[in-house]
């Protein structure tokens, strides 16, 4: 069962998520564990040095000096002389060893035991310093916001690259489809129009009835040619052309859908407008246009084809009478397989958009402020 891209992008986006989540936990977690470890390295650098300067300036051991230092240098300070101490302190530190290592107490504070001579040890003791990380620190918030940004990057790579991947294996998939399809559907329909052809019509109504089956078979042939350019595009043979020929001969190809489903399509074009184009190609978009815009309005309605000539480019700006795009359709509408359409495979606009690109044209989907939807395609022109 294939997924949409939009459904898709939105699970991408929430396992993303969830990475981000856990990794800045992680990314906290780590730094908390560094600025402790920091914390207890500078703590000892402090003895260590508290020590030495007790020791060589051969100051009174005292209660009073004690008391002096952790004044200072805001930590208790205890001399102990065998396992008396000075001052009040858990008795883990009378028994404690002198080796400079560091102690968690019971009630969570830390102490460094460290020995000064023979007879006499200093004891530093602390309270566990809370932690200092805050998005208000700069350095704090600047390794966030790095890791945020790398992640988000890494993220966008990781979403482009399973849509491609999702869009290559459905292209693949289509491909199968399309070439069987082509096979079948093709030589029967060549049948048709070879007796088509053959058939010497009686009538005015004979003669009508075969040009319809040549058109309608047209029609079946153009949607083969479209699914075979889906899952194979080549590249457009250019040449010149008139648009506006172009753009005459296939609303005149889809007059009679038109008028069964009570659309008027008005052409308001000028009398020739000059572009380098594949003719087979750019009617495949235009009908796809077309069809697209008379689907819109299954209680009929009106599509207004109007060419604006510019410096060096045809704006053609297709509109309808229609209920216009949705949010989703305005962001998303040119994609591969987007559909809002009951029973819509999605693929109409795609290929009306690669087709324009191929010609070095843009296509833009918006809101008629009046009501209905318009779509604009921009063609460069040809040179004189």
Same mark, same amino acid.
């Given at each position: ?14 396992? /993303? !998520? $969830? #990475? ?11 730094? =908390?564990? +560094? ?11 402090f003895a260590k040095s508290q020590a030495d300067f007790v020791r060589e300036m051969h100051l009174p051991r005292s209660p009073k000096l004690a008391s002096d230092l952790a004044r200072l ?70 390794? /966030? !916001? $790095? #890791? ?11 979403? =482009?690259? +399973? ?222």
């Open positions: 069962m294939s997924v949409s891209p939009t459904k898709l992008r939105l699970n991408l986006a929430l396992g /993303f !998520l $969830a #990475f981000v989540v856990l990794g800045s936990l992680l990314l906290l977690a780590w730094l =908390r564990y +560094r600025e402790e470890q920091e914390s207890r390295r500078l703590f000892a650098a240098s805001g930590v208790g300070v205890h001399f102990r002389q065998g396992k008396r101490i000075s001052g009040a302190i858990v008795p883990i530190l009378s028994v404690a060893p002198a080796d400079g290592r560091l102690i968690t107490l019971p009630d969570g504070r830390e102490a460094i035991i460290l020995r000064l001579d023979d007879k006499e040890d200093i004891i530093f003791e602390r309270t566990h310093p809370e932690s200092s990380l805050s998005l208000a620190d700069p350095a704090t918030r600047n390794v /966030f !916001l $790095a #890791f945020w940004a790398v992640s988000g990057f890494i993220g966008w790579l990781l979403v =482009r690259e +399973r849509l491609k991947r999702a869009q290559s294996e459905r292209l693949a998939m289509l491909g199968r489809v399309a070439t069987s399809l082509a096979h079948d559907i093709k030589n029967p329909l060549a049948s048709i129009q070879l007796h088509a052809q053959l058939l010497t019509p009686q009538n005015a109504e004979d003669a009508q009835a075969v040009q319809l089956i040549e058109k309608e078979s047209g029609v079946i042939c153009g949607l083969v040619n479209q699914w075979l350019h889906l899952a194979n595009p080549l590249p457009p043979k250019l040449v010149r052309l008139d648009l506006v020929a172009c753009i005459r001969g296939v609303a005149e190809s889809m007059e009679a859908q038109a008028r069964h489903a009570g659309v008027a399509v008005h052409l308001d074009l000028p009398a020739s407008v000059w572009i380098m184009g594949d003719a087979q190609r750019l009617a495949q978009a235009l009908r796809n246009l077309i069809v697209n815009a008379i689907q819109a309005m299954p209680r009929g309605g009106t599509l207004r084809v109007v060419a604006h000539l510019m410096a060096d480019s045809c704006e053609l700006r297709f509109t309808d009478s229609g209920t216009g795009f949705s949010e989703q359709a305005l962001a998303h509408g040119t994609e591969l397989f987007f559909t809002e359409k009951e029973g819509g495979m999605g693929v109409g606009l795609n290929i009306v958009s690669s087709i324009v690109t191929a010609h070095g044209g843009t296509i833009k989907l918006q809101n008629d402020p009046k009501g209905g939807a318009v779509i604009i395609v921009t063609l460069p022109l040809s040179p004189a």
